[in-house]
């Protein structure tokens, strides 16, 4: 049986060792050249800002999401797992006082060369960027382009100066992206010098002797545990200690070799720190000397461009949404406008609608209490959800509820009050105004007038008391529409008319 079982390690040992790229595990996309170049492009004004500035103050930083999907615009991280991230991204920096707030809206791009291959579309995600944010692009793949000892989960690129995360550590809820932040603003890993050469007994022995990291860049020190050498060697952080890239050899949250430094002290590396390779740790963190780095980054002249004098919309959201309609498990008689409502929920500049059924996934955000789904199908179960958010709390639960669509649609939909519905012109050509003409059949009836996207987004409406007889409400477009198709809704008490028109 002793035989057997070394025969066994010694063939797996031969094989780690001639084969270290077959690690099935995720690594990061950043080599050490790249975090040289970092240095060189985003670090050197570090240098003139006081390492002492003020800890407490919260900084706030601006932040890009760009969602990916291919041609056909297929593939798309789902928006619950970006608001997912935006909660675990501001958990991880609270104690750094660093707040993250999303800076417009999320960018989409049905680029397939983007979402699959990022690494070697560079130039197409500078071109994409917000110049005043932290880019963070979602895709497919997160291969940079360059040699690694895994499969990429993300990476910073000091070239373009954005970050990319593969789409699955937003669903696996990873702390990849807070790491890849750590990145984008000057943090090397804890390992520095050994990405591209792991710690290995056999090749470093029990006790490390060597001075300078072998196989790794010419020059870099072994950091040594008694901190001797902690401001030249690895990361050039002294609150983090020595890490041999231990953590890609192991799927866990813990160290259990025995390695000795030159000194004859045991190395134990810090595994749950945000830039080491360790996985799976309940939570991550920075030191102090990472959070005083990182920060000293923001306040550098290289990162004007990340700050301004905004104070987001950051309230913490308690409140749980409540849902008005439709009651949850009702049958709709129509498939193609259906109103879904809810009360303003304390905090709340945002709601993210998902809509699921029938195969299919529709996300939006909507920055009103209430939302008009036209794109479902007729006869169909469909669970739908809404969450409240802003700008910079992302953590607040959704609400779930059913319905099923019908197979009647609301352009047939008549109502009583109402009658002989005309919008002209249409299609709106050069004009920028719309006239909507209908009869009145009530003494006086409070009617809105409202009109949306095709998707449902809302843009205007007015109520106005009308008399019985004829009616003509006159709309300006100037700055309101955009090309293409829009609905415009009578609504009373007693039913609402969806019409739809065309500004070309
Ligand atoms: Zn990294």
Request: net charge neutral; glycine share 6%.
């Amino acid at each position: 049986m002793s035989r057997l079982l070394i025969l066994l390690l010694s063939f797996s040992f031969s094989t780690w060792m001639s084969a270290q790229h077959f690690i099935p595990r995720g690594v990061c996309g950043v080599n050490h050249e790249s975090q040289q170049l970092a240095e060189k492009l985003y670090g050197a004004a570090e240098e003139r800002i006081s390492a002492t500035g003020d800890r407490n103050n919260v900084v706030y930083v601006p932040v890009k999401f760009h969602l990916t999907a291919n041609n056909e615009g297929k593939g798309r991280v789902e928006l619950r797992d970006v608001l997912n991230q935006l909660c675990i991204l501001n958990t991880d920096f609270a104690a750094s006082n660093m707040v993250f707030y999303l800076s417009g809206d999320f960018e989409y791009h049905d680029i397939t060369n983007m979402y699959e291959n990022p690494g070697t579309s560079n130039a197409l995600l500078v071109s994409k960027k917000n110049p005043k944010a932290l880019n963070i692009f979602v895709t497919e793949n997160a291969d940079p382009g360059s040699a690694a000892l895994g499969t990429v989960l993300g990476y910073y690129s000091p070239q373009g100066d954005y970050v990319v995360v593969r789409k699955l550590e937003l669903v696996n809820r990873t702390n990849t992206l807070s790491h890849e932040v750590g990145h984008f603003f000057n943090l090397r890993h804890t390992f520095y010098g050994w990405e591209g050469a792991p710690y290995d007994k056999n090749i470093h022995g029990e006790t490390v002797t060597f001075t300078t990291v072998p196989n790794g860049i010419p020059g870099v020190q072994v950091e040594l545990m008694n901190k001797s050498n902690c401001n030249n060697a690895a990361d050039m952080i002294c609150d983090t200690p020595p890490d041999y890239n231990f953590g890609i050899s192991t799927n866990s949250c813990s160290f259990n070799l025995t390695v000795f430094d030159r000194n004859n002290d045991r190395v134990i590396p810090m595994v749950n720190n945000q830039m080491s390779y360790f996985s799976k740790c309940d939570t991550f963190r920075f030191t102090d000397g990472q959070t005083t780095r990182m920060r000293n980054n923001f306040n550098a002249s290289t990162r004007s461009q990340l700050r301004s004098n905004y104070v987001p919309s950051k309230d913490t959201i308690t409140a749980q949404v409540v849902i008005r309609s439709p009651a949850t498990g009702a049958n709709l008689p129509v498939y193609d406008g259906i109103e879904l409502d809810w009360e303003d929920v304390p905090g709340a500049t945002r709601y993210l609608v998902e809509i699921r059924g029938a195969g299919q996934y529709y996300g939006y955000v909507t920055y009103e209490s209430r939302f008009y789904a036209t794109e479902l199908r007729r006869n169909q179960l469909y669970s739908w959800s809404v969450r409240p958010f802003n700008e910079v709390y992302a953590c607040a639960p959704a609400r779930n509820a059913t319905f099923r669509t019908g197979n009647g649609t609301v352009s047939t939909t008549e109502i009583e009050l109402v009658k002989n519905v005309k919008i002209f012109p249409n299609p709106v050509t050069s004009q920028d105004f719309i006239n909507v003409e209908f009869n009145v059949n009530s003494g006086e009836l409070p009617i809105t007038v409202e009109l949306r996207t095709i998707d449902g987004r809302f843009l205007y409406s007015d109520t106005s008391i009308y008399r019985s007889g004829q009616s003509l409400h006159t709309i300006g477009l100037k700055d309101v529409l955009n090309p293409g198709i829009h609905l415009l809704r009578i609504i009373t008490e007693k039913g609402t008319i969806t019409k739809t028109f065309t500004i070309n």
